[in-house]
């Protein structure tokens, strides 16, 4: 068996044992930890700092590109921010124990459905040490351990990161290895972990990019919260307030084209194409938005480039959008169902009816009226903080918050009852 | 590409657009068909029953034991349950479109969490044709589409009952493909289900024994819904009534010994010892069960057989049971937790305290206080009807009823909100 190996078996068992202490730990117990993980990032903050300028530049000099670095970056205001990150989630109620359901039967027993946590959840995440910590955090609140497998480039500033978080959890009397980082950069570990880590791992959060998440999802042998990439559709219909329209349809794309609740796809009702179309385009076009259109959307405006149908299914992440004209709600939820990513999705209209047979009918984690698709995210959702958002149906659907990280038992109190 | 894989490939495809439409279909539209079903085999019992012979003869030419054809037999009586069964079903409250919860944001949007069905559920069962209709029609009413594949000496047994729910999903209106059975009886079309159809199959439940779990456990590329086995404890505190105590050890262990909430390890205290210990393995003694037995066990009753090791991990499955004395609460968790299956565990104690521990701590999808582990069952819950017992942790866990074999989706309503 080799060192790596060996190693990660006795990380996934230090993580089962652990999870079995975090379980029953008391809110107010986590809750001290996160405090303590606060007050030690604070205090390592210069560390951290200088642990991961160097690993900066030691990636600046491979020569990577600029997002990646800004991603790497840990500037004193950012770990600041991963601090209060932690006190904020504090703050948070503790989902563990919460009783969702209560019932008694003819016989006179009663059944209660309560929450617990899942486990033990495995994260592998890009060189953003940041995610160590949060998400660290957020498997602890919610009485999970975590095993953290960061990119290779942040790997000094993740594992300093996870130094603090094990220090607070020690500080609080809880195991330290409630929060692992995997101690190697050797990429059998990941395989490892893909695989479950021989049953140590109950799911495996990826949190990076488009092809990290692809190789999660194609090889992980244990469930999977995630999205692979979020083409999110905004449909304005015949009955939409156009200055509505205009509003949602910039912020859904322009506010920050980069996250997976960016609007890629913009669906224009043939029905109000004469007065929407070409406001809407020129909305798009003056704020910096290269738009690319089908031939109607050609006609209107001779700023919209052609559109292939490669395009309907591309997640531009970039201040790009493509357009089609539709006939209707009926052939936008068509156009939906066949190009979209079961993420989010919104339709503009004053129309009730519309509205809800939109919301009913199209199958997406999220779908809106008249609200735009960047409210995809936990925070807006109002559940505090998210591990990421998951679009496959099992278990997590929609943003990842503390509730998603559990999973529930049944207890049942007789007074001895047998089965006739 | 084979004929059997084209088949199943289009046979996925049909399910895949089938669910499309049932995700929509109203309540009333299932039952009719739920409805139509019953009366569909009612009319069709004779020829049912006529195939079925035909296949349990030839089963029993091939010297397969009396259990494999009690399971394959449908009698008169056996097919009426059938038809009874999918009008139990009808009378049950639909979980489609419940709203699980609403919130309002301070910014206005209006957040609801609603039920919705999964998509395709994959049935893989053994020769057991009753489990086709039951099965079927769960899937049916909860919103999704169905692919059974059974085993094959009851195949034609299984095809006919599924063209009578085809027959009452035509005669309803709703599209027939949404409950297929597999049509050919080639082993490489099980092996494409595990693999999940080409994206087709959403979720696949096991039905049946333990070697067929467990393949598929092995096997699946796609998330399960199972349980290998249940190695169901009870524990007989000092503080037990020991009148209770018999009582629930006898109905855990004899009522059915064959079901998988049938206790298979009783755990006694030893500070209990004296007065318990000998009354409980008289009255399992006395009632036909064998007991493997402790050293102490042993000495209390001389009936009482030599447990070995692997006698904790065994699940018999009849009248048989291991006994090991144990020092209190603490030990008897840690037992559970060494050689349960986190399916279903009991204590028997007036101490409340002590009860409340074992309910917390127990980490078993069904933990109970002074009831037998025989009410491990979707109908002695209140679900109405189970398509089995899950001790997975994620999504579903213990029965798995109609609102398990759903999801939800978030259903955001606004009045033009855009993100800041």
């Known amino acids: 068996m080799s060192d790596t190996r060996e190693a990660m078996l006795a990380l996934g068992r230090a993580a089962r044992a652990a999870a079995r202490r975090l379980a029953l730990a008391p809110t107010a117990r986590k809750n001290d930890a996160l405090g303590a993980m606060a007050a030690d990032i604070r205090k390592a903050a210069a560390s951290i700092a200088a642990e991961n300028a160097a690993e900066t530049e030691a990636a600046r000099d491979k020569g990577v590109k600029e997002s990646f670095l800004d991603r790497l970056l840990l500037t ?9 990150g932690l006190e904020d989630l504090a703050a948070l109620p503790d989902p563990v124990g919460a009783v969702m359901s209560e019932w008694t039967r003819p016989n006179g027993m009663r059944i209660a459905r309560v929450r617990v946590p899942i486990g033990v959840i495995g994260i592998v995440f890009e060189s953003r040490p940041n995610v160590a910590a949060d998400a660290g955090a957020l498997c602890m609140k919610s009485g999970n351990a975590a095993i953290l497998r960061g990119g290779s480039d942040g790997f000094r500033s993740a594992t300093a990161i996870v130094g603090c978080l094990q220090r607070g959890l020690r500080a609080a ?12 950069v050797d990429r059998d570990a990941v395989g490892m972990m893909l695989e479950g880590l021989g049953g140590a791992i109950d799911v495996l959060v990826p949190r990076g990019g488009k092809s990290l998440v692809a190789r999660v999802q194609a090889e992980a042998r244990v469930p ?8 999110c559709h905004v449909y304005v219909d015949r009955a939409a307030d156009l200055e509505m329209a205009k509003k949602i349809v910039l912020n859904a794309k322009m506010r920050r084209t980069g996250i997976c609740g960016a609007a890629e796809t913009l669906l224009v009702d043939r029905a109000g194409g004469a007065t929407q179309l070409r406001p809407l385009i020129r909305t798009l076009v003056e704020a910096g938005c290269e738009v690319r259109g089908d031939a109607e959307a050609q006609a209107a405006d001779a700023r919209v480039r052609p559109a292939t149908e490669e395009d309907w299914s591309t997640e531009y992440l970039a201040p790009i959008i493509s357009l089609r004209v539709v006939n209707g709600l009926e052939q936008a939820m068509e156009h939906i169902a066949r190009y979209g990513s079961q993420h989010t999705d919104a339709i503009v209209t004053e129309d009730a009816a519309t509205a809800e047979r939109f919301l009913r009918e199209v199958d997406s984690a999220i779908v809106l009226r008249n609200a735009s698709t960047q409210f995809a995210d936990g925070g807006e959702f109002g559940f505090g903080a998210e591990l990421g958002i998951a679009t496959g149906k099992l278990h997590a659907r929609g943003p990842i918050g503390l509730e998603q990280l559990t999973t529930f038992k049944y207890q049942v109190r007789g007074t001895g009852q047998t089965r006739p």
Do not use: C, D, Y
């Open 76 to 84: 004193a205001p950012r770990i600041e921010a991963m601090a209060q």
């Open 173 to 184: 009397g809880l195991p330290e290895t409630a929060i692992q980082a995997v101690p190697t």
């Open 224 to 231: 999977v919260f995630s999205h692979l990439e979020g083409i």
